[in-house]
């Protein structure tokens, strides 16, 4: 019953280091998200894939990539990671993600960037 | 896109006392409502969800929101805090048909023994 699962946990890189965030989902969700949590500014959306086969950007799409590997896996990648990319990262996934049906996120990476 | 805000990013009430959080957000169009609860070093959990059926929503652990229109705003609350309780709460808005979910700044709550 493991729902969305997110590795690893916590990460210190040094800058200009590149780094691979990974995320699964076991409930066969067509939606996934990845989203950084900065004290006092909420969730903030990085990049979504709708369904299988597209990415898009969200609000704060710089500096970061993304890969829907499948249907299960969306990962995130830092290529040269910067101090302001020190933060929590949340994946999320969502049945149909345009509807009301809400997210389920994971337990998130907490990332230092030195 | 919705822009969402959360009056006051910390809320301080006695153990039995009533918990209310304030959500506003900026579209005109109902949109999809959500509120969410973040224990520390963990992910964000469904506490309740508008669907449009009713006005008042009830969620899990005895919380509740209502829906207005005329204020745009979903406030949060719940009659009698307790201990457990303590944890950050997030407002989130999405449009319909849209994939995106807007979050409000949060608010952390704490409960006075």
């Known amino acids: 019953n493991a729902g969305v699962t997110q590795t690893p946990k916590f990460q210190v890189l040094k800058t200009g280091q590149s780094m691979t965030l990974q995320c699964a989902q076991d409930?066969?969700?067509?939606?996934m998200y990845w989203y950084r949590q900065d004290p006092g500014m909420g969730l903030r959306l990085i990049y979504y894939?709708?369904?299988?086969?597209?990415?898009d950007k969200g609000e704060v799409p710089n500096g970061y990539n993304v890969s829907r590997l499948n249907k299960r896996e969306f990962s995130l990648r830092l290529e040269s990671a910067a101090p302001s990319q020190t933060s929590v990262y949340f994946c999320?996934?969502?049945?149909?993600?345009?509807?009301?049906?809400?997210?389920?996120f994971g337990d998130g990476t907490r990332l230092s960037i030195l | 896109a919705q822009s969402v805000t959360q009056l006051g990013s910390h809320v301080s009430v006695s153990e039995g006392a009533l918990v209310l959080l304030r959500c506003n957000y900026s579209?005109?169009?109902?949109?999809?409502l959500f509120w969410y609860v973040q224990y520390p070093n963990q992910g964000l959990q469904l506490l309740l969800k508008?669907?449009?059926?009713?006005?008042l929503v009830k969620g899990i652990n005895g919380f509740e929101a209502e829906f207005k229109k005329s204020e745009t705003s979903f406030h949060l609350t719940k009659p009698s805090a307790h201990m457990s309780d303590a944890a950050e709460y997030f407002c989130?808005?999405?449009?319909?048909?849209?994939?995106?979910?807007?979050f409000g700044a949060g608010t952390t709550v704490t409960v006075r023994a």
């Open positions: 999320a996934s969502c049945p149909e993600g345009w509807g009301n049906q809400p997210q389920h």
């Open positions: 409930m066969n969700h067509n939606s």
């Open positions: 894939s709708a369904s299988e086969g597209t990415t």
């Open positions: 579209s005109s169009v109902p949109p999809y």
């Open positions: 508008y669907t449009s059926a009713a006005t």
């Open positions: 989130a808005v999405s449009d319909s048909g849209d994939y995106k979910l807007s």
